[in-house]
């Protein structure tokens, strides 16, 4: 059984197009409306005017909602949001659900790292664990299994993969980890169509002793976000 992380006020919503980077227009009970997207991807194979979607209320600021996820397979959604995200992974450490972080509990959020922010650093039963968080909604693969990133280039997950690099070489614990916010996927990749800078970034930090992991979520049409897998198989 799945274990369930989130239980959110989803409303049903239909993406019509993307105005820019952080705004979308919805359609929600058939008035159309702005909606807030937090993902910097530029997640094209979601982002289809008439796909069915799922949208979060929210109050203040130019916009009346979240755009959360898109429907996917067996009606589940695939989870756009990196705030969702990002609160699913912690109620996950949370409940100690992920083999990778066993017995691990969040120290800091945002932590200055060289030039870069990190998400977060974790105190582990080992010692401290330095961790950058990536969202991979990107499907691939023959049967779909895959979770991909990036879907385009990224000059700033380029830095933080070069900034674990640095914190491994010089004795620190350094992870990156992906989230696959898909249901049905099994594995984690990169894909160099987007950035095969990181691509190869990841290969050469894997080598210099940065763990790699990856977790999979969805959300259930109820508005349960849930735990699917809590380790993908990693192919560098």
């Given at each position: 059984?799945?274990?369930?992380?989130?239980?959110?006020?989803?409303?049903?919503?239909?993406?019509?197009?993307?105005?820019?980077?952080?705004?979308?227009?919805?359609?929600?009970?058939?008035?159309?409306?702005?909606?807030?997207?937090?993902?910097?991807?530029?997640?094209?194979?979601?982002?289809?005017?008439?796909?069915?979607?799922?949208?979060?209320?929210?109050?203040?600021?130019?916009?009346?909602?979240?755009?959360?996820?898109?429907?996917?397979?067996?009606?589940?959604?695939?989870?756009?949001?990196?705030?969702?995200?990002?609160?699913?992974?912690?109620?996950?450490?949370?409940?100690?659900?992920?083999?990778?972080?066993?017995?691990?509990?969040?120290?800091?959020?945002?932590?200055?790292?060289?030039?870069?922010?990190?998400?977060?650093?974790?105190?582990?039963?080992?010692?401290?664990?330095?961790?950058?968080?990536?969202?991979?909604?990107?499907?691939?693969?023959?049967?779909?299994?895959?979770?991909?990133?990036?879907?385009?280039?990224?000059?700033?997950?380029?830095?933080?993969?070069?900034?674990?690099?640095?914190?491994?070489?010089?004795?620190?614990?350094?992870?990156?980890?992906?989230?696959?916010?898909?249901?049905?996927?099994?594995?984690?990749?990169?894909?160099?169509?987007?950035?095969?800078?990181i691509a190869r970034l990841l290969k050469k930090a894997s080598k210099a002793g940065v763990e790699i992991r990856a977790l999979s979520i969805s959300l259930l049409p109820d508005g349960r976000v849930v735990l699917e897998r809590p380790s993908l198989e990693i192919d560098l």
């Open positions: 059984m799945r274990e369930v992380l989130l239980k959110l006020n989803v409303v049903p919503c239909v993406f019509l197009e993307r105005l820019n980077r952080f705004v979308a227009l919805v359609e929600v009970n058939g008035e159309i409306r702005k909606a807030l997207v937090t993902n910097t991807g530029r997640l094209e194979e979601f982002m289809v005017p008439g796909r069915r979607a799922f949208c979060l209320p929210k109050s203040g600021g130019k916009t009346d909602f979240v755009l959360l996820a898109f429907e996917d397979l067996d009606g589940k959604g695939a989870v756009i949001d990196t705030r969702t995200q990002a609160k699913a992974f912690e109620r996950a450490v949370e409940l100690n659900l992920i083999p990778w972080l066993r017995d691990c509990s969040i120290k800091r959020r945002e932590v200055r790292v060289g030039n870069s922010r990190l998400d977060y650093l974790f105190d582990c039963p080992e010692g401290e664990v330095y961790a950058e968080m990536k969202s991979a909604v990107l499907r691939g693969g023959e049967r779909g299994e895959y979770a991909m990133y990036p879907d385009c280039p990224s000059v700033r997950g380029q830095k933080h993969v070069r900034e674990l690099m640095e914190l491994s070489r010089a004795g620190k614990k350094a992870m990156i980890f992906f989230v696959g916010a898909m249901p049905g996927v099994e594995k984690f990749r990169p894909y160099e169509g987007g950035d095969p800078e």
